[in-house]
């Protein structure tokens, strides 16, 4: 079973500048999060799908942060315009919805996104 | 709002000796489940272990086991007979059940080095 698909592993921009990075989430999962992990930190959620529609964006920079997850499948996070603050690992997971609720299986993580703004 | 403390920012153990990682979290739900996340340097969260609050039993996975105190909200994470490929950042994690509120929720985690 292939895993949750990220990339890019890095990217290097300046402040100022926009960035996306790209999830595609195991087959069939109907959940998929984005979490930031902050250096020093773990991970904190910053936007929950089920599907295509968002369930919890509480802590999503809404000022410059997007996210979209068209057709239930891939997702897509923008970052514009990035600060300095936003240098983190950004973190794609998803989840089967039934057995998850069930507590059968848990959400499985890709190996992130490293974003440095300089 | 749940929180989960892990205060021990790094620790060390010699190889094939035992190491326990601390965790401690607040919450007024009953039901929860708890987690021990390993991210290597690689970057992936991998599930070491998890405890369903409702049981009495301590969770074990071949050298890794955890002691579950509900009453004092602690959620330690025994590894035994330290490996080298043990090395990596510990995350203690909650999550209330399923549906919109079944996000993760991460400690700042504990950085292991094992010794050979």
């Known amino acids: 079973e292939a895993g949750v698909a990220q990339s890019p592993r890095y990217k290097i921009i300046e402040k100022r500048q926009s960035v996306a990075f790209w999830c595609n989430p195991i087959?069939?999962?109907?959940?998929l999060y984005w979490y930031q992990q902050i250096l020093g930190q773990g991970p904190k959620l910053l936007i929950q799908f089920q599907n295509n529609g968002v369930v919890d964006d509480s802590q999503l920079p809404k000022d410059r942060f997007s996210a979209e997850r068209l057709k239930g499948v891939d997702s897509t996070l923008k970052i514009q315009p990035a600060k300095l603050e936003d240098s983190a690992v950004y973190l794609c997971?998803?989840?089967?919805?039934?057995?998850?609720?069930?507590?059968?299986?848990?959400?499985?993580f890709g190996q992130g996104t490293r974003l440095t703004v300089v | 709002a749940q929180t989960v403390t892990q205060s021990q920012p790094e620790m060390s153990v010699q190889e094939a000796e035992t190491v326990t990682l601390s965790c401690t979290y607040d919450?007024?739900?009953?039901?929860?489940?708890l987690f021990w996340y390993k991210q290597p340097p690689s970057r992936q969260m991998i599930l070491v272990i998890r405890?369903?609050?409702?049981?009495?039993q301590n969770a074990t996975e071949n050298r890794f086991s955890v002691n579950f105190q509900k009453a004092a909200k602690s959620f330690s994470l025994k590894i035994s007979d330290s490996q080298l490929g043990d090395a990596a950042m510990y995350f203690c994690?909650?999550?209330?059940?399923?549906?919109?509120?079944?996000?993760?929720?991460f400690g700042k985690g504990t950085k292991l080095s094992v010794k050979p």
């Open positions: 405890q369903e609050a409702y049981k009495q």
């Open positions: 087959s069939g999962h109907a959940t």
């Open positions: 994690a909650y999550r209330s059940p399923g549906g919109s509120q079944g996000n993760l929720i």
């Open positions: 997971a998803s989840s089967d919805r039934r057995t998850y609720e069930l507590g059968i299986t848990e959400a499985f």
């Open positions: 919450t007024s739900e009953s039901d929860y489940y």
